[in-house]
């Protein structure tokens, strides 16, 4: 078992930036770890995934060149950092960990996650 806790959200404006941080109760080194966002009234969307070393990575193509994953084994951490935020990228944004399956941007496949941080962007 591995408790994730989400930080760093809050309230931007549109083309401000953010850096997310994801905790993690232990070491995580041989996950692969992701970040997810949900609307309200929508489903929990992918956002982009990081392989166990951090070697690998992939993003969903509507934050690809403004989002960057990024992780720490060291400290048990993983980050996104947002950049050119927009008014649509609001949304509880949640950590998760462990899919066994490379590429894929499911939810269900992941089994550990955060409780989620909450990012609004104002226009």
């Known amino acids: 078992q591995v408790q994730l806790v989400e930080s760093g959200g809050g309230v931007v404006q549109a083309g401000d930036s953010l850096r997310l941080s994801c905790a993690a109760s232990?070491?995580?080194?041989?996950?692969?770890m992701g970040w997810f966002r949900q609307a309200p009234g929508k489903e929990r969307d992918f956002v982009a995934a990081?392989?166990?070393?951090?070697?690998?990575?992939y993003y969903a193509d509507s934050v690809k060149g403004r989002f960057t994953i990024s992780r720490d084994n060291a400290k048990n951490t993983l980050y996104l950092q947002m950049n050119s935020l927009k008014p649509e990228d609001t949304a509880l944004y949640y950590c998760?960990?462990?899919?066994?399956?490379?590429?894929?941007?499911?939810?269900?496949?992941?089994?550990?996650w955060g409780q989620g941080t909450q990012v609004t962007v104002s226009s």
């Open positions: 998760a960990a462990d899919s066994p399956t490379w590429g894929t941007t499911r939810a269900n496949t992941y089994a550990y």
């Open positions: 232990r070491r995580t080194n041989s996950y692969t």
């Open positions: 990081i392989s166990s070393s951090g070697g690998s990575t």
